[in-house]
């Protein structure tokens, strides 16, 4: 017995082999450059956005609150998988020790997690603010909006912990060659050697909890939106309204589909190269398009940008003068 739990002990995987995305040198190099540039660009514009909400009065508003921890997620939530896909590119495939597997893992669950209830919290704004506007001050007081961001961050780690350590204690015998370009939930559940009923479950309670119900509570406050929209009295008054929510219904739309068809698709569609265009989009172009949708009809915004770039360049204009 005690010989069997060191040969069991000694077999466990040390270390996870990602493959990434392509196997083909001239492929990774195009690659590299693309979601490099992605990636700094994704930074840049959430960092922009993170700003401009803090430093402009006029944006210390609900839904700019949510707005700005959204971009804050998604910076995290980038900077957590885009890092071993690059590095996969750049020298495939991608070595990583089974505690920096965990670790990422917790950490993708967490924002994964965070971002639904966030997206979920921003469609609740948008319903009290069109369907309830007389009670927006009372309803989404700055109290109730800090409680909320802080749920759903609180939440997402909650749930991390809980699969995070499910996972982690399963045994890993081998192989331990992960076709993916990070440690995501599923390709690690399939080198597991030992029974995995538990974590399944877990798996499953966690899903129905964070994604299904952030999921319903989004679909309800926009069928609400629908129905009190279609009830206005003029069309500039219902353009206006869906004007102020058409964004984020965009945002939650690609999110939620991508997400949905990646975990529910039908099984004789499975391709692991599906499984990794569709992780592309929801880690890589969801968090580079969010900022460029959110703001690209956003006068509020546009204002507060110009603002800030025309008091950068009187500034700069008087340093010269200065010097000169």
Not at 11 to 28: H, K, P, T, V, W
Not at 59 to 84: A, D, Q, R, W
Not at 243 to 261: D, K, N, P
Not at 289 to 314: D, F, G, M
């Amino acid at each position: 017995m005690e010989r069997s739990l060191e040969l069991a002990n000694m077999s466990r995987i040390q270390e996870f082999i990602l493959l990434g995305l392509s196997a083909r040198q001239g492929i990774r190099i195009g690659l590299f450059a693309i979601f490099l540039t992605l990636y700094l660009l994704s930074l840049l514009e959430n960092t922009l956005i993170i700003y401009l909400v803090c430093s402009h009065s006029e944006l210390h508003k609900p839904m700019y609150f949510f707005l700005g921890n959204l971009s804050c997620l998604e910076m995290c939530y980038m900077s957590v998988t885009i890092p071993s896909l690059l590095l996969g590119l750049r020298s495939s495939p991608c070595h990583m020790s089974f505690t920096a597997c965990i670790i990422q893992l917790f950490l993708f669950i967490a924002l994964i997690s965070t971002k639904c209830t966030l997206l979920a919290s921003m469609a609740y704004d948008r319903y009290v603010a069109i369907c309830r506007p007389l009670h927006y001050p009372l309803l989404m007081r700055p109290q109730v909006c800090l409680g909320l961001a802080m749920t759903s961050w609180l939440g997402g780690l909650l749930v991390s912990v809980i699969k995070t350590a499910c996972i982690a204690s399963l045994s890993y015998c081998g192989p331990n060659v992960l076709n993916h370009f990070f440690c995501d939930v599923s390709p690690l559940l399939n080198l597991s050697c030992t029974h995995m009923a538990l974590t399944e479950l877990v798996d499953f309670i966690s899903a129905i909890i964070i994604f299904c119900g952030s999921l319903l509570v989004a679909l309800a406050s926009y069928v609400a939106i629908g129905r009190t929209v279609l009830h206005m009295p003029s069309a500039a008054t219902r353009h206006k309204a869906l004007s102020t929510c058409a964004s984020h219904l965009v945002v939650v739309g690609i999110f939620y589909a991508v997400v949905l068809f990646m975990y529910s698709r039908p099984s004789h569609i499975n391709s692991t190269d599906l499984n990794k265009v569709l992780s592309v989009i929801y880690t890589v172009v969801t968090p580079m398009c969010s900022p460029i949708i959110y703001c690209l009809r956003n006068r509020e915004v546009h204002t507060a940008l110009q603002k800030t770039l025309h008091s950068r360049w009187v500034s700069s204009t008087r340093t010269d003068l200065a010097h000169s």
